[in-house]
């Protein structure tokens, strides 16, 4: 698991968004350079979507990665390449500097995928998903490659879901679009993409619809959803799980070295009762 990065030593990376105080990449990212044996800085930045570009103007030559949440994911893509799946999805998570290039990379994708995976699900056929918004594009990208063949989304204003369309039937998936209700169909998987608590009147039906759930929230936890799933017996993947996953992928694309995701979950889970022993 340790090396040395074909990208030098002593180089700098960042958490950007807004708000950020709350970001447990930090603590992900930093760990695992421990374990790698880097002398690698890892920052957090509070920058808005309007400052992103600004903020990447004026950085030196020793930043080598940019790990991006909300609001930046959008104006990522016109600050950066976009990779194939970061112009699939219409979002990047990631920005890794290149000599003069700035490459643009959605790592959601493979890191909702690789969560799954780890509870055992190795394809999927139906879904139901809950919010339309930039992570529900990357979903709707990472079912395809679960295997999905139809998705149900719930969403509080359905207009907002028609963007989301395309992007299935492009996936080889049939999508309906729903408003919020608790009539949820039968599904292999659930997958709530909205906000702490925004899915609690829905959360017994969800959570009875589907052997699989997963939450992308990870703080509080457990969410109404997530305390349903557990209740009827339903596996669980929480957004902690993404987060590890998905920054496997910063990782490898920054530091071009390989970690184990449990390194990551592990300083999560710690970081977490940190927070919450205070």
């Given at each position: 698991m340790t090396g040395r990065s074909p990208y030098g030593d002593d180089r700098t990376c960042a958490v950007l968004g807004s708000p950020i105080e709350h970001s447990l990449s930090p603590a992900l990212h930093r760990a695992?350079?421990?374990?790698?044996?880097?002398?690698?800085?890892?920052?957090?930045?509070?920058?808005t979507d309007s400052g992103l570009a600004g903020f990447v103007d004026a950085l030196g030559p020793q930043w080598r990665g940019l790990s991006l949440t909300m609001p930046c994911k959008v104006a990522a893509m016109t600050v950066g390449e976009p990779d194939p799946v970061a112009t699939a999805v219409g979002?990047?998570?990631?920005?890794?500097?290149?000599?003069?290039?700035?490459?643009?990379?959605?790592?959601?994708?493979?890191?909702?995928?690789?969560?799954?995976?780890?509870?055992?699900?190795?394809?999927?056929?139906?879904?139901?998903?809950?919010?339309?918004?930039?992570?529900?594009?990357?979903?709707?990208?990472?079912?395809?490659?679960?295997?999905?063949?139809?998705?149900?989304?719930?969403?509080?204003?359905?207009?907002?879901?028609?963007?989301?369309?395309?992007?299935?039937?492009?996936?080889?998936?049939?999508?309906?679009?729903?408003?919020?209700?608790?009539?949820?169909?039968?599904?292999?998987?659930?997958l709530s993409t909205v906000t702490a608590g925004a899915a609690d009147g829905l959360a017994t039906a969800a959570a009875e619809s589907a052997p699989v759930v997963f939450d992308v929230v990870y703080d509080p936890w457990p969410t109404g959803l997530a305390a349903a799933a557990e209740a009827a017996g339903a596996a669980v993947v929480s957004?902690?799980?993404?987060?590890?996953?998905?920054?496997?992928?910063?990782?490898?694309?920054?530091t071009g070295l390989e970690v184990d995701a449990e390194v990551l979950l592990s300083a999560g889970r710690a970081e977490l009762d940190r927070r919450a022993a205070r």
């Open positions: 695992a350079y421990r374990v790698l044996g880097l002398d690698w800085t890892y920052e957090r930045h509070e920058v979002v990047a998570n990631t920005l890794v500097f290149d000599g003069d290039r700035r490459l643009a990379y959605n790592t959601d994708v493979g890191g909702l995928v690789d969560a799954v995976r780890a509870v055992g699900v190795s394809t999927i056929e139906r879904a139901v998903l809950l919010g339309s918004g930039a992570t529900a594009r990357s979903a709707i990208v990472s079912l395809g490659r679960l295997g999905c063949r139809s998705v149900h989304v719930i969403v509080r204003t359905p207009a907002r879901a028609a963007e989301l369309t395309d992007l299935a039937t492009a996936q080889g998936m049939t999508l309906t679009v729903a408003g919020w209700t608790t009539d949820v169909p039968d599904a292999d998987l659930v957004g902690l799980d993404l987060l590890a996953h998905q920054a496997v992928g910063q990782l490898r694309l920054m």
